[in-house]
């Protein structure tokens, strides 16, 4: 078992940042791929960012490509999401997932763990 717990939401007006992390705790983090999702209000949970286990291999979004940037600090079992130029489209609720590959996917059903998800809000 893993267990997630995101912090960092809150309210910021457009062109603002946030940082959301998520600390991990259970088996060996460092043997899990981490991605971050969103889900807003009447649309599907969907894929932000993801990173391979040691934290070599990024991937976004075309969304948030150039604004967001997702990183790792292993020695803290912990994964981060830097949202920068934020917009109020990026307005949801933000997840942390584990995926039990070296490379995650960006479909939410190949995540084994997730957290309790953070309110990102964005206001014009």
């Known amino acids: 078992q893993v267990q997630l717990v995101e912090s960092g939401g809150g309210l910021v007006q457009a062109g603002g940042s946030l940082r959301l992390s998520c600390a991990a705790s259970g088996r060996t983090f460092t043997r899990y791929a981490m991605g971050w999702f969103r889900q807003a209000p009447g649309k599907e949970r969907e894929f932000v960012a993801g990173?391979?286990?040691?934290?070599?291999?990024?991937y976004y979004a075309d969304s948030v490509k150039g604004r967001f940037t997702i990183s790792r600090d292993n020695a803290k079992n912990t994964v981060y999401l830097q949202m920068n130029s934020l917009k109020p489209e990026d307005t949801a609720v933000y997840y942390c997932?584990?995926?039990?590959?070296?490379?995650?996917?960006?479909?939410?059903?190949?995540?084994?763990?997730w957290g309790q998800g953070t309110q990102v809000t964005v206001s014009s």
């Open positions: 997932a584990a995926d039990q590959r070296y490379r995650g996917s960006y479909y939410p059903r190949d995540y084994s763990y």
């Open positions: 990173i391979t286990w040691s934290g070599d291999n990024t």
